[in-house]
């Protein structure tokens, strides 16, 4: 059986599109909320046959989890070859659908096979040395092909998995359940990085004056270890007393067995990398997409190089196209978007490269450094190539950033849109004894406005 992962956030139109391109027969609902969603739309899924609820009761043509165990133990006694059939499935087996965000229209099913994904799990276990007495905190939705096949990969290892009860929750979890490692989407690094500096910056002169003393000698220390040189002992010396000062503390709010974060989805900035790493508490990145099962790379955790996304794994070929494209080739690529023939042959070439989309560059010793989207590219009005990602990725680590996007298609200049962060931002009204009746009000204040500008343009 072919299984078809749905977001719980999506609205009921999305779901109605996926689960009838998909062709399904049965959907397996985590609450009556999300069986509301389905009986919405179920006129239009002439498949559709069957409607499970885990949370929930039954009835009404919706068939509860005890229901269905009861069922599935009366087959597999009326049936005895039922299992047996059941496990034999091939490695060129259709094994997920997995349907993308659709940014650029519909969203278009991913076709992985078993092969695919255990492909992908056996090139991260030659990569990432963990083992049966690793525990991770898994905080990614299971939708997402990053967290499932992580997970596939520490369930044959091994590694005990525990779930975040929610992104709310995330830090006192990591207090709870002590893990060694960690997989997540840079968003998260991004915030307890943000969070670390502003405990810094709040906590006095003197508290200031240390972690900014801490960070510099971590900068040093790292950059002699990711250099492969060795640390001089004068440098040893100041960064075992940063660590004891600033570091260790880092640590243990962690839970203080941190073994490694995983980072993808996204670029991690190469700031956030060296310090987390200068603490002890090494990032790997890495880099794929849904149609690559997902992971292209990843960055060696003995010798990372930050603001690249490392090495290709086992078994993928990578190469540069002359566009400055990221192509890819290995046992892990997709086999085609459902029903999407045209779609595929465009993303899948006639040598079997698959067109990532991305642009990149290779460097000498073969990591990889993600410069954009392909496109997202930006031409101005006079001809000219920006590339948007870093100029967001940069802005985006001011304490006063939510969000930011930069704009310039057939534009004199790019301009970029910014997403204040409101409680940074209302601190500091607050501090000068500024005066506004909203949120809009504030941010059209002078005063306001002028402090964003020098925060973006580090003036």
């Not at 349907?99 to 090139?123: E, F, W």
């Not at 079997?352 to 010793?365: P, S, V």
């Not at 590219?377 to 001011?398: C, D, F, H, M, W």
Request: hydrophobic share 40%.
């Amino acid at each position: 059986t072919t299984d078809v992962p749905i977001y719980p956030t999506l609205p009921a139109n999305q779901v109605e599109y996926i689960l009838r391109d998909a062709g399904a027969a049965a959907v397996v609902c985590s609450t009556a909320a999300q069986v509301e969603k389905i009986r919405a739309v179920k006129s239009g899924l002439p498949s559709l046959r069957h409607v499970i609820v885990f949370d929930g009761p039954g009835g009404d043509g919706v068939l509860a989890l005890a229901d269905l165990e009861a069922r599935g133990r009366a087959t597999a006694a009326k049936y005895p070859r039922f299992k047996e059939e059941a496990l034999g499935v091939r490695p060129a087996d259709l094994a997920t659908l997995l349907y993308t965000s659709g940014t650029t229209g519909q969203p278009k099913g991913v076709m992985l096979t078993h092969d695919n994904i255990c492909s992908n799990v056996r090139a991260c276990v030659e990569t990432l040395r963990v083992s049966q007495d690793d525990s991770c905190l898994a905080l990614l939705p299971l939708s997402h092909i990053l967290e499932r096949m992580v997970e596939y990969y520490f369930l044959h290892v091994g590694v005990t998995i525990n779930y975040a009860e929610s992104i709310d929750a995330f830090a006192q979890n990591l207090q709870d359940v002590r893990p060694t490692i960690v997989a997540a989407v840079p968003r998260v690094y991004e915030k307890v990085y943000a969070r670390v500096l502003e405990n810094a910056h709040t906590g006095g002169a003197v508290k200031r004056g240390i972690f900014q003393w801490a960070k510099r000698v971590g900068e040093r220390w790292a950059a002699h270890r990711l250099a492969g040189i060795g640390v001089p002992p004068g440098l040893k010396l100041t960064h075992a007393i940063a660590d004891r000062l600033v570091f260790s503390k880092l640590r243990a709010r962690t839970g203080g067995r941190i073994k490694l974060f995983v980072s993808g989805s996204a670029p991690l900035s190469a700031e956030i990398g060296r310090f987390f790493y200068s603490a002890g508490l090494p990032v790997i990145e890495g880099y794929g997409l849904t149609e690559t099962s997902p992971v292209l790379t990843l960055n060696p955790l003995t010798r990372p190089r930050f603001g690249t996304v490392g090495k290709a794994i086992p078994g993928v070929q990578l190469k540069i196209a002359g566009d400055g494209e990221i192509l890819a080739k290995g046992a892990n690529i997709m086999q085609g978007y459902y029903n999407k023939p045209a779609e595929t042959r465009e993303a899948i070439d006639a040598e079997g490269w698959f067109h990532t989309g991305d642009i990149g560059e290779l460097d000498a010793d073969g990591y990889l450094k993600i410069t954009d989207r392909k496109k997202d590219l930006l031409k101005t009005a006079g001809g000219k190539y920006i590339a948007p990602q870093p100029i967001e990725n940069t802005v985006r680590l001011n304490k006063f950033v939510a969000s930011a996007v930069v704009l310039g298609d057939q534009r004199k200049f790019p301009i970029i849109l910014i997403v204040p962060n409101f409680d940074q931002l209302e601190r500091w009204a607050t501090e000068r004894n500024l005066t506004y009746a909203s949120q809009g009000e504030l941010i059209r204040l002078a005063d306001v406005q002028a402090k964003m500008e020098r925060e973006v343009m580090g003036g």
